[in-house]
């Protein structure tokens, strides 16, 4: 009967954790793939004009395939984020990554907090970090 006890103390534990992770509890398989709440195609076009125009694609590569100065965006391959959720990506933009925390030795220039020059703001963090999201997913 203890024993039973703890079982279910811990698949209570188990299920409270899943639950509090993303907010809203969302089903197994390709749950990371759902869109993130907020997102829309909207901003998802912004983004992809403010990373293609603006500075990103200069470290990235065009559409983030990849670059001398920055690593690819576009698969689920990632060098300092952990899973690349959409959260990760909007604080890794506004935070930027300074020259001791580059993992790359070969990539000499950091990036600068809130895209360096480009100087986003918070709306337009969120619209490129909504971009990056979706390139990864494809
Ligand atoms: C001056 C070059 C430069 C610019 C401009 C730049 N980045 Fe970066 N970015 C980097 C470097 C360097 C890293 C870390 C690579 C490493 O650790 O080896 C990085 C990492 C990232 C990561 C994490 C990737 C991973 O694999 O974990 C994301 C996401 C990212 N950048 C998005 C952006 C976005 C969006 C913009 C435009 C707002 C941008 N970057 C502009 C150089 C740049």
Redesign the pocket.
Known sequence: MRKLLSVIALSALAACRGGSAGGAPTPSGNAANARPAGVTDQMIALGDS??NN???M???GAKGIGAQ???A?NDA?????KS?TYDE?VQ??TTG?PAA????PT?K????AR??R?N?NDDQIKA??SY?WSISRK
């Open positions: 403010l990373f603006g500075g990103c200069r470290c990235h100065n920055g690593p965006l391959a990632w060098v300092q984020l690349g990506i890794l933009v990554v925390a580059i993992k790359d990539r220039n950091p990036m600068g895209g360096g480009m986003l490129v970090a990056v």
